[in-house]
């Protein structure tokens, strides 16, 4: 199938694509947005996504989510993946690929529906992340269900780890997935019960609590590390030697290094921070 990719993530677009094109599938362009703010615009976007345009896909640059269906168009796609996308596509935008819209979801639907649900699977102690694949309709995360799967992330220290397996996840069900669309599958509706919305974190979760456990203190570091988060949103942060930095990775553990804090149940140590 002719196969279009909305994203927001470079690294997303390049990762669908290689995929699809080693699965027998034709990536033919990656759809996103130039939200962002004054600064950033379509030449912003352009450049983000550069690889990809090297890579021989076509960048259809939409400035507001009314324009997703028309750049859907330009493309002649079968179907539409969507990922890494946290923005409610409009529901003109759904019949515009032959097969419909796809979405990739990091949550077993319907909990944690919304734009946050890898942040919200760390903050609780979640010992596994859920992924479901299903058709797109017009409400949010609620479409029939093509796949579904869960990994293990209890032992995880870091962000790159916890992607690296959820993309493992995702790379494991799209086949499945995308062949139900080829057959035409309409997919199954979601379970009525369950159903929870994982939004975007309160202000107040950013600034680190210390007198919270060592495990309880690194599950907040990386919460903020794989959430989806505003434009103005900082996470993470604290002040070390009076200055106020964000926390980017902590571990229980000094294997890694760092710089050592006392929590209230113990130490944690920093292993990379910034100023904020």
Same mark, same amino acid.
């Given at each position: 199938?002719?196969?279009?990719?909305?994203?927001?993530?470079?690294?997303?677009?390049?990762?669908?694509?290689?995929?699809?094109?080693?699965?027998?599938?034709?990536?033919?362009? *990656?759809?996103?947005? =130039?939200?962002?703010?004054?600064?950033? $615009?379509?030449?912003?976007? #352009?450049? %983000?996504?550069?690889?990809?345009?090297?890579?021989? !896909?076509?960048?259809?640059?939409?400035?507001?989510?009314?324009? /997703?269906? +028309?750049?859907?168009?330009?493309?002649?796609? %079968?179907? #539409? /993946?969507?990922?890494?996308? +946290? !923005?409610? /596509?409009?529901?003109? &935008?759904?019949?515009?690929?032959?097969?419909?819209?796809?979405?990739?979801?990091?949550?077993?639907?319907?909990?944690?529906?919304?734009?946050?649900?890898? $942040?919200?699977?760390?903050?609780?102690?979640?010992?596994?992340?859920?992924? &479901? *694949?299903?058709?797109?309709?017009?409400?949010?995360?609620?479409?029939?269900?093509?796949?579904?799967?869960?990994?293990?992330?209890?032992?995880?220290?870091?962000?790159?780890?916890?992607?690296?397996?959820?993309?493992?996840? @995702?790379?494991? !069900?799209?086949?499945?997935?995308?062949?139900?669309?080829?057959?035409?599958?309409?997919?199954?509706?979601?379970?009525?019960?369950?159903? =929870?919305?994982?939004?975007?974190?309160? +202000?107040?979760?950013?600034?680190? %609590?210390?007198?919270?456990?060592?495990?309880?203190?690194?599950?907040?570091?990386?919460?903020?590390?794989?959430?989806?988060?505003?434009?103005?949103?900082?996470?993470?942060?604290?002040?070390?030697?009076?200055?106020? *930095?964000?926390?980017?990775?902590?571990? #229980?553990? %000094?294997?890694?290094?760092?710089?050592?804090?006392? =929590?209230?149940?113990?130490?944690?140590?920093? *292993?990379?921070?910034? @100023?904020?």
């Amino acid at each position: 199938m002719r196969v279009a990719v909305i994203t927001r993530l470079p690294v997303a677009a390049m990762g669908l694509s290689a995929f699809l094109r080693a699965s027998g599938h034709e990536p033919v362009g *990656v759809v996103t947005t =130039s939200l962002g703010g004054e600064r950033y $615009g379509a030449s912003e976007v #352009a450049e %983000d996504f550069g690889d990809a345009v090297h890579a021989g !896909l076509r960048l259809a640059v939409a400035a507001s989510p009314s324009e /997703i269906a +028309p750049r859907l168009a330009e493309l002649d796609a %079968d179907v #539409a /993946i969507s990922a890494a996308f +946290p !923005l409610l /596509i409009p529901a003109e &935008s759904l019949g515009v690929p032959r097969f419909g819209i796809v979405n990739t979801h990091p949550a077993l639907l319907p909990r944690l529906r919304g734009p946050n649900p890898i $942040g919200w699977t760390v903050r609780n102690g979640e010992p596994e992340l859920g992924y &479901s *694949v299903h058709r797109m309709d017009a409400g949010f995360d609620t479409g029939p269900l093509l796949a579904q799967g869960t990994t293990r992330i209890d032992d995880v220290e870091h962000a790159e780890e916890l992607f690296g397996r959820m993309f493992a996840l @995702l790379r494991s !069900l799209l086949p499945d997935a995308l062949a139900r669309v080829e057959a035409g599958d309409a997919g199954d509706p979601q379970p009525r019960e369950g159903a =929870s919305y994982a939004g975007f974190f309160e +202000p107040e979760y950013a600034e680190i %609590d210390w007198s919270g456990t060592p495990a309880e203190v690194c599950r907040q570091v990386l919460a903020w590390r794989v959430a989806a988060v505003r434009a103005e949103a900082h996470g993470a942060l604290t002040t070390i030697e009076g200055k106020r *930095v964000r926390v980017l990775d902590a571990r #229980a553990h %000094d294997r890694a290094g760092g710089t050592r804090i006392e =929590s209230s149940g113990g130490p944690v140590w920093i *292993v990379d921070s910034q @100023l904020a």
